[in-house]
């Protein structure tokens, strides 16, 4: 009797041991399926030339690469930032699996990766093609993200999160847009004076009185202000009363070398400043620093210094051509 029992627990044992096996087996696969230094999203020799960003409540991005660079279709194609583009296809490029977290169907919502639930999704096209999907879901930790490839019910923790990834149209333009660089500059007018650079580091000036000089150091500052300006956003195509362009704080208009003349106004508002630039279609939002900074380098008291009594020389740090 003894034995029978014996043998009847063994095999019981036995059953649990072949069950537990073959449960190990099926998932097995799964948890294995992927070494851990293999990339996460398959885009080897692949033209991502289309990336669709969406999150909650029905808000999404589009990036599209063109002959002239990656734009935003839905802001009349206006120029994206290239650099932070390429860097989104770098870090997508570099993740790799490592360890899942989870595995189970149940688990995509409560970790925001489901189809119909989730931080963020990411949609990589080439042509007609989707090379790949990725979802974003909940941080597990500064700077990291649960994340999800579209076909793959495993989840990984890995160091990408939602934030990454910004939905606002702002936080992908090209805010150097406007910048000229400062060895194109070949005059600013600016009030009743023409500024032109002479040499690497000099400058002239026409429009001065017999009593007066440039301000060699105050004329370079202000060529850095043009070629470092940065937008704040795009306003649009439509000037708006709120603009404050009808009296402009500031016009001025810079010459390139070969002959393109751009033309600047600068409307102050409550907090900021709007911008239009000549070759430019649209209204540009300028930040209260970035405008206010620009102004003041721009101001005549600022670029001309007044000769002293007596001073037959132009100051160390002044110069003129009338």
Do not use: C
């Not at 072949?18 to 097995?28: I, K, P, T, V, Y």
């Not at 990984?156 to 333009?173: G, I, M, N």
């Not at 508002?269 to 102004?295: I, M």
Request: aromatic fraction near 6%.
């Amino acid at each position: 009797m003894q034995m029978q029992k014996t043998l009847r627990f063994l095999a019981i044992l036995l059953a649990a041991q072949l069950l537990l096996a073959l449960g190990l087996n099926l998932g097995g696969p799964r948890l294995a399926a992927h070494p851990g230094d293999a990339p996460l999203l398959d885009l080897a020799g692949r033209a991502v030339d289309r990336i669709t960003l969406e999150g909650g409540e029905g808000k999404s991005l589009s990036l599209s690469k063109t002959s002239d660079g990656w734009v935003l279709p839905a802001q009349d194609d206006f120029p994206a930032d290239a650099d932070k583009v390429t860097r989104l296809l770098e870090r997508l490029q570099g993740l790799r699996h490592g360890l899942p977290v989870a595995t189970s169907s149940s688990a995509l919502k409560r970790f925001k990766v489901a189809e119909d639930d989730f931080e963020r999704r990411i949609r990589l096209a080439a042509g007609d093609d989707i090379v790949a999907t990725l979802y974003v879901g909940t941080s597990p930790g500064v700077r990291r993200g649960h994340l999800r490839r579209d076909g793959d019910d495993a989840v990984y923790a890995l160091e990408f999160a939602s934030y990454d990834v910004p939905l606002k149209r702002e936080d992908w333009e090209d805010k150097a847009i406007l910048a000229l660089p400062r060895e194109e500059i070949a005059t600013i007018q600016v009030a009743d004076l023409t500024l032109r650079p002479q040499g690497d580091t000099g400058w002239a000036a026409q429009g001065l009185a017999d009593n007066e000089a440039l301000d060699i150091e105050a004329a370079g500052e202000l060529a850095d202000k043009l070629a470092e300006l940065r937008i704040g956003a795009v306003l649009g195509r439509e000037k708006q009363a709120d603009y404050a362009l009808d009296k402009p704080v500031l016009q001025l208009t810079v010459t390139r070398k070969g002959g393109e003349s751009i033309d600047y106004q600068l409307g102050k508002r409550d907090h900021d400043y709007v911008l239009k630039a000549s070759s430019r279609e649209e209204y540009f939002r300028l930040p209260g620093y970035t405008g206010d900074a620009l102004v003041e380098a721009a101001g005549r008291d600022r670029l001309v210094a007044v000769k002293a009594d007596g001073d037959a020389e132009n100051p160390p740090e002044a110069a003129s051509a009338n």
